[in-house]
């Protein structure tokens, strides 16, 4: 399987399904090139589909020194350089959002259709989740964290699989580093910045990252259009693909 190299060395993993238009689908936080397994075979039937190992995840390096929202978007850069792609569609959901706005407005030359997944602006700007959703998954009892964060990520009638739960090979420091990266995230000064025709995509229902931040990214870039998908929650683009995969690929195709 194929690795591209960082500007500091690390090697990140990433692999290239299917043909057409090529498009780099992000992952979330914590989370492996597994988070699109339900709906990579619906992309790669119509587009030379990319997805990468976060650094810190799956089968890319997992180095000890400070990770962040925009090193991620460099990252992916680098993924698109060693593929020989030169411009490409970019969905990013959730942290997976936010490396996909800096991607846009730093290397805007690289981007061709923009859709930002249940995601937010980060910094002061954002509308945060609730100290309630907080401690539901700071539990000590790690079962009921986990379901904590299934019931966060999609409704009842959802019954799996789950692919959005976390790498569970990460060591425990590349988690506090993947969680500080999309923390401290903030690109709410460079978003006015972003040419590329853009989508932002939505559950009604999201707690975990709270629907307001949708508009508010939208507000933000110009011409950018929103989609909420009723009743969906975190995880709308697994749990309600059957809905969220032909909007995104309808958007890319226009």
Known sequence: MPHARAAD?????YSVEGSGPPLLLIAGQSNSSR???QVLPSFAARFTTIVTDHRGTGSSDKPE????????ASDCVAILDDAGIGRAHVYGTSMGGRIAQWIAASHGDRVDRLVLGCTSPGGPH??????EVRRSLAQ???KKARQALIDLM?????????????????????RKL?????????AWDVLPSITA???????????FNPTANAELIASRIPGADTHLIEGARHGYFEEFRDIATPLVMDFLSS
């Open 178 to 186: 993947h969680l500080f990266a999309s923390g401290e995230h903030d």
């Open 154 to 174: 999609y409704t009842p009638a959802y019954s799996g699989p789950y692919n959005t739960l976390g790498d569970p090979r990460m060591p425990p420091y590349a």
């Open 9 to 13: 060395g690390t090697a990140l993993h």
């Open 35 to 37: 988070w699109w397994n």
């Open 140 to 142: 000590v009892d790690q």
């Open 126 to 131: 954002a509308v945060e989740r609730s100290a």
């Open 197 to 207: 025709p853009t989508l932002v995509v939505h559950g009604t229902e999201d707690v």
């Open 65 to 72: 020194s400070p990770y962040s929202t925009r090193l991620f």
